[in-house]
């Protein structure tokens, strides 16, 4: 399975996403596919939200940093 990291590329960033990702497939391996999963992941005294997204083909993490748009709730909503 494809592992995409979207968003910021801060190394801070990167590495949270990829811990996300490992936690996410440890959990559910390739499981649980089209939730949204939201894990917060502490890295060097900050604490960092992740959305993963498992799909047919990919596994994709999402550092969320600053404001998001409203999309996402009118979409599930």
Known sequence: MKQII?????PA???VANKA??????R?????KYK??????RYRNKH???EVITRRVTMTA?????VRSLSRILETG
Request: hydrophobic share 35%; net charge negative.
């Open 21 to 26: 990702l490992e936690v996410h497939k440890s």
């Open 28 to 32: 559910y391996g390739e499981g649980n």
């Open 6 to 10: 979207k968003g910021d590329t801060e």
């Open 36 to 41: 949204h999963l939201l894990y917060n992941i």
């Open 62 to 66: 999402t550092v969320i940093a600053g």
């Open 48 to 50: 960092f939200q992740v």
């Open 13 to 15: 960033h990167l590495v």
